[in-house]
């Protein structure tokens, strides 16, 4: 079967080279175990160990971290060799373990994956300061999606022949934005085993994380909230609302989207605002990272009215994958005269306002809530998102950049036009 390239592949390779642990962290399902498989087997002729922490045997040889060391001696050589640690989650007191191994100095280099454990994710990240360097997988993204199911026949062409054949490029982003990105969900070839997959993953997810840890207690609550949450996506949360639907008190709506955040489920963006404490106080609004899953919880995959906000959570993954290594946050805007916009990328001194569109536009044209925007903050740029227009126009003193959704893939342009 063809398997999923993912970009971040060659980044963690590049890394293998330095003498900080490589964590690689991501939702349950992403690919973490299967990207893993595949950089070591890359590493013919090197010295290799993989051991998978959810094997009982496996987990068994860091019991002990002095024995484990000598095991590692002894399997080595004393040589210069790759560890690979699968579910590193799993090892109890993981990150002060790893942070004794780091520290003997040893001639080895530690690859680790672990899922969205709220250890992992709090307690072994602190301890492994300076240490390590951290790689996010999320599910497959629009660009990985789309070479997929193209057979990696275009190569750096992709961004082009979406360009110029609308055909092809309606038929990936309509299976994308009812099915998402998880690997196992990708690879199925038919609609009923895509969703029996879904399901599995998200039962899988609430057994294994969820449960363990609310101790049992009011999982089916936590459950109502994420369909809520599924239903109401990209809305300011409404933690008033949300207590009467599911019983619960604010401050448990809190602590589970806290735990759904950490998992790597939804993540929130914070309201704009010039002054930094008002934004700390207004609630959010949640976007979940996989469309699929979103669509699962609302048990509706193919709505015509919720076109537009299954197109504005996929424009979110877009924006959040472009600007994830530079000095920028996301924001959505709303004034009190309730005018809005979808999204505020803010780079420091350089606002870029971005409205999303799920149809597709013929000719450049704004939104009165979006004008509002550009007169009170007057950014040098803003974008507006859409299905199939690419246009430049200046409103004010701005310059909007009309920009169909493919030309956001990355490595499908460079930012820059005309």
Do not use: C
């Amino acid at each position: 079967m063809l398997s999923i390239h993912r970009s971040l592949r060659q980044e963690i390779v590049e890394h293998l080279s330095r003498k900080e642990m490589t964590l690689l962290t991501g939702p349950r399902q992403a690919g973490k175990t299967t990207l893993l498989k595949e950089i070591a087997a890359g590493l013919e002729g090197q010295d290799l160990l993989f051991l998978n922490l959810d094997i009982p045997k496996d987990r068994g040889l860091l019991e002990d971290q002095e024995k484990f060391v000598a095991y590692l001696h002894a399997f080595s050589g004393g040589k210069p060799s790759t560890i690979f640690i699968d579910e590193i989650q799993r090892l109890e007191n993981a990150g002060l373990y790893l942070k004794g191994i780091y520290d003997r100095d040893l001639p080895y280099k530690f690859v680790l994956t672990g899922s969205g454990s709220l250890e992992l994710k709090e307690k072994v990240t602190e301890s492994l300061v300076g240490r390590k360097r951290n790689f996010n997988l999320l599910t497959t993204s629009i660009e990985e999606f789309a070479a997929y199911k193209t057979n990696y026949q275009f190569g750096t062409r992709l961004g082009e022949i979406l360009a110029t054949n609308q055909v092809l490029r309606e038929e990936i982003l309509t299976e994308y934005l009812m099915f998402g990105g998880y690997p196992a969900v990708v690879t199925e070839k038919r609609e009923s085993d895509k969703l029996r997959t879904l399901e599995e993953i998200y039962q899988g997810y609430i057994e294994r994380d969820i449960v363990a840890m609310l101790q049992l207690e009011k999982s089916q609550a936590f459950i109502t909230l994420m369909r809520l949450m599924a239903s109401r996506s990209g809305s300011i949360v409404n933690y008033s609302d949300l207590a009467k639907l599911t019983t619960l008190r604010h401050e448990t709506i809190k602590k589970y989207l806290w735990y759904a955040e950490k998992t790597f489920i939804i993540r929130p963006i914070s309201p704009f605002f010039t002054n930094k404490e008002k934004e700390l106080v207004k609630a959010p609004s949640y976007y979940f990272l996989d469309i699929g899953l979103r669509n699962y919880l609302r048990g509706i995959f193919d709505d015509p009215s919720d076109t537009g906000m299954r197109f504005q959570t996929f424009v979110y993954r877009l924006l959040e994958k472009r600007f994830r290594h530079a000095i920028a946050s996301i924001h959505f805007w709303r004034s009190k005269a309730k005018a809005e916009v979808d999204f505020v990328v803010n780079r420091g001194p350089d606002l870029l306002p971005v409205e999303v569109k799920s149809t597709a536009l013929k000719t450049p044209s704004v939104t009165r809530s979006y004008r509002s925007f550009l007169e009170q903050y007057k950014p040098k740029e803003g974008w507006v998102v859409n299905r199939s227009l690419s246009a430049d126009v200046m409103i004010g003193e701005t310059i909007v950049r009309f920009i169909p959704w493919w030309e956001l893939m990355e490595g499908a342009w460079s930012g820059e036009k005309g």
